[in-house]
């Protein structure tokens, strides 16, 4: 029943967030020419790299087009839903415009994560799906059930990261109020994303799987493509996308018991 | 007379602005951070020995990121994001007021927050040097000089074609999306990622037609100590701001003629 209310809720949302959004028609085109080109620009690097030599951190370049596939998408996902809302935050934090929304009779967290949709993000996760069919076809990867569900778990997970990443920072707001230039650092941590973990050192590969695991968010989900993966790496990204999914919700409520409304 | 007192009007805009930035010092430190992505491509580069078959080698590499990462910081531009800002506001009509350009306005406090950024860059170049020892070089005088000519230069090119983004404001309102889709092309292909010396041929060819090149890697490299044509470089970089200066004045001119002052 709670549920079916939530469903409701969203489905308002949507309507009200695409209404407002598709009054920008340009922008959407727009959005999706920068698309396109960021995913042209980064197989262009991607070729760069392997110019001159045939492995880069053990890993073909068609086994690496996975990845950047899976990036997309996932960069597709936080454009449309992430980023939107989450600097939405801030704002309703400076402007103390977070009463409202605390005030309302539905989870705050689920309002704050969900209200917004930015539409053109859909465009750059379906340019990810096509790179990925075409991966599946050029890597010869059999599509039968343990594969899809694998990869299904695997990449929900790294949503799951991903979102409580973005959220964990926001939610500092509460404190810092000015978060922006954060969110630019965590995604210029996130780009990492788009090569193998592999290919960087070992101290690198240190920092990104256990401060920031970026490592978790694309190589493991691609490795799952390729076959490669052991089952201990997949059950260690269920934990962690469980700990930060849990971590980021205790989070939120610890924040908002030190939140003082602002200009009211 | 009149560059006498432009000079003393940026002079106190300059030193308003040191002042405003000098407050937000947590912010500017974290987006020094943000800009590290260099030394996640140098790496890269290094950890798969992909200099090696391209002849060059470590040291300069790692000169050359270093350098790419420093001129970054000292040529990021982000004036359609305040401007776009300030015309949904209507906070641009008192400015048009004024006998003075906004443009100015701007200039000044990208000039101040780059005063501000420089200690933080310095701290990122010493902890960078206590990781790479065999990296520390120092330029000589001349060099030094030039390559911070030619920095300045690239940040002119940049704030100016900014500019003239920011100046489509007067007719589409969200400017901004113009410049995220500008951005992939000068994050691919300006050096930041990967030296231009390493792009293939095929690219090679007509980007140094491009202003894109002249941003980060001409100064990169001079700051580096490579050999560069270090005369046509200059020439390239003065010749596109004789382009695109007057290209702004025009577009600014037509577009404070359509200006309708929003939110006011």
Redesign the interface.
């Known amino acids: 029943m709670n549920l079916r209310k939530y469903l409701k809720v969203y489905k308002k949302f949507l309507h009200t967030s695409l209404a407002s959004e598709l009054e920008?028609k340009?922008?959407i085109l727009?959005?999706l020419?920068?698309a396109i080109?960021?995913l042209v620009?980064?197989i262009?690097?991607l070729?760069?790299?392997f110019?001159?030599?045939g492995?880069?951190?053990g890993w073909k370049f068609e086994q690496a087009l996975i990845i950047q596939g899976i990036y997309t998408i996932l960069n597709g996902i936080t454009n449309t839903w992430f980023n939107p809302n989450l600097s939405e935050i801030v704002k309703h934090i400076r402007e103390g415009t977070l009463d409202f929304v605390l005030l309302k009779p539905i989870d705050s967290q689920f309002f704050i994560s969900f209200k917004k949709i930015n539409p053109s993000g859909f465009l750059e996760i379906m340019l990810g799906f096509f790179l990925l069919f075409f991966c599946i076809r050029i890597n010869q990867i059999n599509l039968d059930l343990s594969f899809l569900t694998l990869s299904l778990i695997t990449i929900s997970c790294s949503i799951c990261i991903l979102y409580s990443l973005w959220f964990f920072i926001s939610t500092t707001t509460i404190w810092?109020v000015?978060t922006?230039?954060?969110i630019?650092?965590l995604?210029?941590f996130l780009?990492?994303g788009r090569?193998p973990l592999s290919?960087?050192?070992f101290s690198?590969r240190i920092l990104f799987s256990i401060f920031i695991p970026i490592a978790f968010i694309t190589t493991i989900p691609s490795e799952v493509f390729l076959g490669l993966s052991q089952v201990w790496k997949i059950l260690l990204e269920l934990i962690v996308a469980s700990i930060f999914v849990i971590t980021s919700r205790k989070f939120w409520l610890f924040a908002l018991k030190f939140y003082s409304s602002a200009s009211s | 007379m009149i560059s006498n007192l432009i000079n003393r009007k940026l002079f106190t805009l300059l030193k308003v602005q040191y002042s405003n930035m000098l407050e937000y010092r947590v912010e500017i430190a974290l987006w020094a951070i943000s800009g590290i992505i260099p030394f996640f491509m140098l790496n890269i580069w290094t950890n798969n020995n992909l200099n090696e078959s391209l002849n060059i080698s470590d040291t300069f590499l790692s000169r050359y990121f270093l350098c790419a990462f420093f001129v970054r910081q000292f040529s990021v531009v982000w004036v359609v994001f305040s401007f776009e800002e300030d015309s949904l506001m209507g906070k641009v009509s008192p400015y048009l007021i004024q006998p003075l350009n906004p443009f100015f306005r701007y200039f000044a406090q990208h000039l101040a927050e780059q005063i501000t950024r420089f200690p933080f860059a310095l701290i990122i170049a010493f902890f960078f040097f206590i990781f790479n020892p065999e990296s520390i070089w120092i330029p000589n005088l001349g060099i030094l000089l030039l390559s911070i000519v030619s920095t300045f230069l690239s940040f002119l090119i940049q704030f100016l074609i900014q500019s003239i983004v920011a100046c489509l404001c007067f007719w589409t309102e969200k400017a901004s999306s113009i410049e995220r889709l500008l951005f992939i092309p000068t994050l691919f292909l300006s050096g930041l990622l990967a030296p231009v010396v390493s792009f293939p041929a095929y690219v090679k060819s007509w980007i140094y037609l491009t202003p894109f090149p002249y941003l980060i890697d001409f100064p990169a490299n001079l700051l580096s100590g490579n050999e560069t044509n270090i005369s046509g470089g200059l020439i390239m970089q003065i010749l596109w701001i004789f382009i695109l200066f007057p290209l702004f004045k025009k577009i600014w001119s037509e577009g404070t003629k359509k200006y309708t002052a929003m939110g006011s």
């Open positions: 920008y340009t922008n727009v959005d020419i920068t080109l960021s620009g980064s262009f690097l070729s760069i790299f110019q001159n030599s492995y880069i951190g810092f000015k922006w230039n954060a630019e650092v995604r210029s780009y990492i090569f290919s960087f050192s690198l």
